[in-house]
């Protein structure tokens, strides 16, 4: 496993991952709400678990579990927005997009481990 490679990967999925939360407080406030962007509560509020790798291959694993809840949290906030908000669902599909490309690029990460 590269630590090269994941080292330039890492930081652009952090990138990716702070634009979508742009994208989705910057959403939530058009709509007339107010996102949460206090950290206290943060874990209470996650739809997944912090868990801490000991290894690259484990940090990796452990981001890569993260993305593949995202995705399923993506999709099913899609099924229920279904057709009464298309600009809200295409932003979520946009992400989910993203979510999957990161997935894919933290399992060919490890595949050759």
């Not at 890492?10 to 702070?18: T, V």
């Not at 694993?61 to 809200?88: C, F, H, N, W």
């Amino acid at each position: 496993l590269s630590s090269e490679r994941v080292k330039s990967e890492f930081p652009e999925h952090a990138k990716e991952e702070q634009e979508h939360a742009d994208r989705l407080a910057e959403g939530m406030v058009q709509l007339g709400g107010q996102p949460n962007l206090s950290p206290e509560g943060l874990l209470d509020r996650s739809h997944s678990q912090y868990a801490e790798g000991t290894t690259l291959e484990d940090m990796i694993k452990e981001d890569l579990v993260g993305e593949r809840i995202a995705i399923d949290s993506y999709r099913q906030m899609m099924e229920y927005i279904g057709g009464d908000d298309p600009t809200t669902r295409r932003l979520r599909e946009e992400i989910t997009a993203k979510e999957e490309a990161h997935a894919e690029d933290l399992a060919s990460l490890l595949a050759k481990s």
